[in-house]
């Protein structure tokens, strides 16, 4: 599977960004994508996830009400759409996939097998 994330950029405070995350290769082998991201000097952190095949979503807390996951299985992409973004939202975001069920480990960034490359969303005025 691989894994091809777009969409980041600058944007000012309370602004809105779409990240995109394209799959191809063994798709049918992915049972939930999920986005996380890391701030300079944080750990990895999930931020949503959504299951390949279904509407089953989670969410951080600390996005909640801003972020929405949402997936077009016929184009094998899921996007976040980010809105009120927050200085703190500021971070290396990557979209990760994994065939596991095992929902209790849905954030744990080791139990996903394929990782797409980050993009950089920069919130700030």
């Known amino acids: 599977v691989q894994l091809q994330a777009s969409g980041g950029g600058l944007v000012q405070p309370g602004g809105s960004l779409r990240l995109s995350c394209a799959a191809s290769?063994?798709?049918?082998?992915?049972?939930?994508l999920g986005w996380f991201r890391q701030a300079p000097g944080k750990e990895r952190e999930l931020v949503a996830a959504?299951?390949?095949?279904?509407?089953?979503?989670y969410y951080a807390d600390s996005v909640k009400g801003r972020f929405t996951i949402s997936g077009d299985n016929a184009k094998n992409t899921v996007y976040l759409q980010m809105n009120s973004l927050k200085a703190e939202d500021t971070a290396i975001y990557s979209c990760?996939?994994?065939?596991?069920?095992?929902?209790?480990?849905?954030?744990?960034?080791?139990?996903?097998?394929?990782w797409g490359q980050g993009t950089q969303v920069t919130v700030s005025s």
């Open positions: 959504i299951r390949w095949s279904g509407s089953s979503t």
């Open positions: 290769g063994r798709t049918f082998s992915i049972y939930s």
């Open positions: 990760a996939a994994r065939s596991s069920r095992n929902i209790v480990a849905i954030a744990t960034p080791t139990s996903y097998d394929y």
